[in-house]
């Protein structure tokens, strides 16, 4: 029992330091962008020596792989929970999804979408890139049946994303409810 004991204490202890590798990965990608990424940015990041990411992830690919499906992974559950949220006035809790992805996540958001932009120059990180466009195609169902409305209802929200991200616009809630219109 105490044998298991220790593997187990030992198994979070790697499960809590690779959350903190991947949260210092983010913010140096929020920084610096991908580009900025390398083994000793993240060391210097998280407080911890190279030794301990090269042991987590070996390549950089591995790191950023990583960090991109840990991303999504915790964007998924936050719009799970806020998506059943959608009530009487899907606009206004579509803005507001919207509005916490650009204020109180944008960094999280930002990173995203370097992870995801990178993920055009790689094949290899298409698939992990594609996954979190899930849960915003889920909540997307949630206003219309058609899965072609639903996708590109997703596509909007990307571009008013980018926009946002940019600072090329400001985030309108009459936007939301227009593209709740063309949906009907």
Not at 8 to 24: I, T
Not at 147 to 169: C, E, F, M, S
Request: no cysteine; hydrophobic share 50%; proline share 3%.
């Amino acid at each position: 029992m105490q044998v298991r004991g220790v593997v187990d204490g030992r198994r979070m202890r790697g499960e809590q330091r690779r959350s903190e590798l991947l949260r210092a990965t983010l913010a140096v990608i929020e920084r610096d962008g991908v580009a900025g990424v390398s083994h000793r940015a993240v060391a210097a990041a998280a407080d911890v020596s190279v030794a301990s990411i090269t042991y987590h992830y070996p390549t950089l690919d591995d790191l950023l792989v990583a960090a991109l499906t840990w991303a999504a992974d915790d964007l998924t559950a936050e719009l799970d929970a806020r998506g059943s949220e959608l009530g009487a006035r899907p606009a206004d809790e579509l803005a507001r999804l919207i509005e916490h992805s650009l204020v109180r996540r944008r960094g999280r958001t930002l990173a995203l979408y370097e992870l995801y932009l990178y993920a055009a120059r790689r094949p290899d990180l298409r698939e992990s890139a594609g996954a979190w466009l899930e849960p915003l195609t889920e909540i997307a169902r949630a206003f219309t049946a058609d899965p072609h409305k639903a996708r590109l209802l997703v596509a909007a929200l990307d571009g008013l994303l980018v926009q946002a991200l940019i600072g090329a616009r400001e985030v309108d809630r009459a936007d939301f409810a227009a593209l709740l219109d063309v949906l009907r």
